[in-house]
């Protein structure tokens, strides 16, 4: 099939938007007789005028090929072999055109059968994400209409739908984020085929899908994401405990601490909050509402003891499901976060904090995670600032 190809008269984007270290890689590959193109996500958010997270490279050369090529290039991964040029702490991965599907999941048992650059797409999950860029003659290539639908705002599967969430169920939970990321609408065939195929969901890779979920906390997001989680039934299959608290009236309130964080992480290639912190505000609004019916509600203040024991079972009964398998340095530093909060701002006034706080492991992070309380109330900010004054004067006497 012959693809449609825009150039540079079509389209906005200058190689001054693009990662140098890429087109240091592209130009060599090329001069070496290979074709290689930027592919995937990063040209999408180049052209919807967003800073790409990453800029993956597609082409011809064999993963030895483009070894020989850089000395400071890596092969990684037996099963989908990459390769990961060096330079300083950035990377760039290059991955050879494939041909059949990219996924690692149990039906697929070979993914290392080199390909054509448009086998190379067909394998790819949305027409938005099926773009090849290349920086040297400045073309768009297009095999899949890619560029008009994200003119349309429009997300579209390559191929069938039905085939394409079946083989790999991760693409569904993919859908919603472009959704809640793009706000684009999305073709009916896929819309409708959600709701017979989710259940496939539980098939795929907890640990594919908690990444997944993860880089959506992390992209300033997060808030449409859950909503679509819990629209879409997602919430319910993947995360059981969590999504009680979502069909409840305090759902809301975890839908604002989702969207304080989203305006404290800046978008593009930067995360600002660490993955604690984003799965303490997660978690923060379920403590305060099971601190409220357990305690409050009866008139009685809990002892940081109570405290400590309640985000322990917190914890331990919402991010420990299948889905929800948090890795463990998340969850003993979210449930740092979590009790800290009423030592920073007791709920007893007259209780007077301890200035020690700030030396316990975790302080840090509890107190990022004051501030983002403190865009919900702001009368915390009178006690975010304060911890903050003393813990910078002790930094800075530690420090000279
Ligand atoms: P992000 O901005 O979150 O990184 P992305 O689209 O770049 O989004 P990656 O996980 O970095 O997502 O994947 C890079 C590219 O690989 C995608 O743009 C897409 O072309 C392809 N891809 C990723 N996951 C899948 C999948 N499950 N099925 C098919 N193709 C996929
Ligand atoms: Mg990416």
């Given at each position: 099939m012959q693809p449609k190809i825009y150039t540079s008269a079509d389209h906005?984007?200058?190689?001054?938007?693009?990662?140098k270290n890429a087109l240091t890689v592209l130009r060599v590959l090329h001069e070496a007789g290979h074709i290689a193109y930027l592919v995937g996500g990063g040209v999408r958010d180049l052209l919807l005028r967003k800073e790409p997270k990453d800029f993956d490279i597609s082409t011809s050369a064999r993963p030895e090929e483009v070894k020989k090529l850089f000395r400071s290039c890596i092969l990684i991964g037996r099963r989908f072999r990459l390769a990961h040029v060096r330079f300083g702490r950035e990377v760039v991965e290059v991955a050879t055109f494939r041909a059949g599907d990219p996924t690692e999941g149990e039906l697929i048992v070979q993914d290392n059968v080199w390909g054509t650059p448009e086998e190379d797409v067909m394998r790819r999950d949305f027409t938005i994400n099926g773009l090849f860029y290349d920086p040297l003659d400045h073309k768009i290539i297009d095999y899949v209409g890619g560029f008009e639908d994200l003119q349309k705002h429009l997300l579209r599967v390559i191929g069938t739908p039905e085939v394409r969430f079946k083989q790999d169920p991760v693409r569904m939970i993919r859908m919603l984020k472009f959704r809640a990321r793009f706000g684009f609408h999305v073709e009916e065939q896929a819309h409708e085929v959600l709701q017979t195929c989710k259940?496939?969901?539980?098939?795929?890779s907890p640990a594919r899908v908690l990444e997944e979920v993860f880089r959506m906390l992390e992209s300033g997001a997060s808030e449409p994401f859950f909503r679509l989680l819990q629209e879409t039934d997602f919430l319910s299959l993947l995360f059981p405990g969590i999504a009680n608290y979502f069909a409840q009236e305090m759902s809301e309130s975890i839908y604002a601490h989702l969207k304080a964080a989203d305006s404290m992480n800046t978008k593009?290639?930067?995360?600002?909050?660490?993955r604690s912190v984003l799965a303490a505000a997660l978690l923060f609004p379920i403590y305060e509402h099971e601190i409220k019916l357990r305690y409050l509600a009866q008139e009685k203040i809990p002892h940081l003891g109570d405290l400590m024991d309640l985000a322990h079972t917190l914890v331990h009964d919402l991010f420990f499901d299948a889905f929800s398998h948090f890795p463990r340095k998340i969850r003993l530093d979210a449930h740092s976060i979590l009790h800290m909060q009423y030592r920073l701002?007791?709920?007893?006034?007259?209780r007077r904090p301890r200035t020690k706080l700030i030396h316990q492991k975790g302080f840090r992070r509890a107190l990022v995670f004051l501030k983002l309380r403190a865009l919900l109330h702001p009368k915390l900010f009178k006690n975010y600032e304060h911890w903050k004054r003393i813990y910078q004067k002790e930094h800075a006497e530690t420090s000279t």
């Open positions: 906005h984007i200058r190689n001054n938007l693009v990662d259940k496939e969901i539980k098939n795929s593009g290639r930067y995360r600002t909050l660490e701002s007791p709920l007893d006034q007259k």
